[in-house]
């Protein structure tokens, strides 16, 4: 007995040592730590946002966080919170002490140590006073912050100032700014489904976004509808109701909105995805923000709404964005012809920018493509096609190259499509989703980086409050296309920017590509685009409207005129280096006539004078190679030869640029009947009845004599007399 009760003195002594210990332990870590009634305050942003420069953005531009009081909201919206966040939060002291021991026996149990058990009260601390790292020392002071917390605000008070500080994904602080968002309707307006959407979201608001994860967002606000529905805040008929409602399916924007942080924070949520709204707190942020660039961009002005993006095609940075609908996935229209259909038939060999095309009317299995305007064009080269955005040659190459190899390209590019999407449509932008501005500026972006396609990005790194660096952007290549192909597209749409579509660009003084697109219905234009690059920048242009009403716009028209004042604020004091030489192409000399004539591709003859001949650039390894020798050696078709009341009349085929000689031969003679320029019949009268000739005629090219063809010989017998113009 007395061993026992020296073993049990024993541990209640090392109890009581420990528990001094913890004490003590507990005092020193949450030292010095108190609570600020100014950070309860919602503030604009718990995040700091820099540009370029380092200088701060003002956080004013994310908009306004209007902060509400309890007595602003439907009761089901606090309601909502509690059932999930904190049922007991009426009748604890800001610690719920046997939710602590619960989920600590759960976490040991499991080794898992996940389960949470943070009041309200806790979580508001969180959100304002704290970093998010996950460590037993800011627990502590958390607990010390909580108590203390509410030995001096009321429950209605600690609940409304939380509501209105939670982090709701997407840049939305407080409810009245989610509901705004998500909704677009006042938080006093919510219904009991919207009140438990957005509950739902407080616990990892990028996880459950029903605009990134539907399913698990509708999941998550059921089970918040089921625990008020079992506490008595909902009644059997409200939560039928309520489990049935849809969820949103976009976004409801404001065009007071900045598309440019809104973009910041999307990526702060894809880089940390289980983020919590005290994980933002105090973070730096270092964007590729330039703010002049910015300005200049929502300056724009358009009739619709419009998207207006820049980026750096060296640093992969996003410069500016500014839009007033976001930047939704819209269809792309013509845009999509140099990523799908242009780009990867180069890159086959399928073609070079000369490569004739037939612009025809033409069906393909009842799917018959038409032109903007109705008519077709005949031949035309692959350069003038794209240039012009001809949409029957764009078709017709996407038939030769194949709809899964142009998208197997795509996918590369990270232009992801549906399923359905596999038609000769994809060629004309036909497709279910589209994509985004963002997603189109970087797939242009590759063709002035060589082929390598890297995604942009509007964050340069992140620091803790500390200054410790949490991540830093780092460009991840993968090629798509060669540097033979790039030079070639781009010289394609330089010449788009300079005569075809984009051409309100060409009196820009550098080199610039561009691409332009319209897309619509039968009732009229629902997207205009023009996407251009240099060496250094490319600068996305899009309008439409957010809800798909036609507008009055072409891509060539206003988002022409957007870009080029866009481009000439970005080169105000510096002008972009010129594309690099690629030694994989060459510029070759066709032959004319074989081009025009026959719709063929042929090196011109070295001696062919230089009207006869068409520049164009080939890769060196796909260049043509049949040459033309019809210079150098001068060949001509069979003439036609006749005879008729004494007389010979020959006719020549017509060959420009040849000189011609032509003899005769009877009985061992040989006499040149002509010498000269190219007639279309050529006479000779000086002959003896009854005998017979052979006229030899030699094509002929400034000295250079060509094959000769001997004709049929012939026999002059007179028959009958006929006037002196008989053969005309």
Sequence with gaps: MKRAVKILSVLLAIGAALMLAAICYYFAVTAGTGLKEEKLNLSASAVHIFDGKGREVNAASLGARETLSLSDLPETLPNAFLAVEDKDFYRHKGINYKRVVKAALKNIATFSFREGASTISQQLIKNTHLSGEKTINRKLREVKLARELERNYSKEEIL????????????????????????????KDLTPAECAM??????????????????????????????????????????????????PEQPSQTKEKSAYLSRVYEELSELFPDAESGDFRNLKVYTFLDSDLQKQAEETQAESDYAVLVRDNRTHGIKALAATAGTPARLPASTIKPLAVYAPALEEKIISPATPLLDEEINFGGYSPKNYGGGYEGYMSARTALSKSVNVPAVKLMNTLGCEKSISYLNRMELYTQEGDCSLALALGGMKRGYTLLQLADGYAQFANGGNFTRSSAIARIESESGKELYRFREEKRPVFSEETCYLLNDMLQTAATEGTAKKLRNLPFPICAKTGTGGTDKGNTDAYTVSYTSEDTVAVWLGNADNTPINVTGGGAPANIAYRINQALYASHAPQPFPACEGVEEYAIDKEDYERNHLLTLADPAAPPICTLKELFRKDAAPQTVCTRFSKPAIEMPRISVKNG????????????????????????????????QNKIYDNSLIQGEQYVYTVIPLYKETEGTAVTLPSVRVEITQSEPDDWWN
Excluded: W
């Excluded at 005769?664 to 006499?671: S, Y």
């Design 198 to 247: 957005l509950a739902a979201l407080a616990k990892s608001p990028n996880r459950y976004s029903p605009f990134k994860n539907a399913e698990k967002c509708l999941s998550r606000r059921n089970f918040v509808l089921g625990l008020m529905r079992e506490q008595g805040y909902l009644s059997d008929r409200e939560y039928t109701e309520a489990v049935n409602s849809p969820l």
């Design 647 to 678: 007389a010979v009349c020959i006719e020549l085929c017509q060959t420009e640029y040849y000189d011609y000689i032509v003899k005769r031969e009877n009985k061992g003679k040989t006499t040149v009947i002509y010498k000269g320029k190219y």
């Design 160 to 187: 409304q100032l939380y509501l209105n500080s939670i982090y709701f994904g997407h840049d939305s602080f407080g409810v009245s700014h989610a509901a705004q968002f998500y909704f677009g309707k006042s938080a």
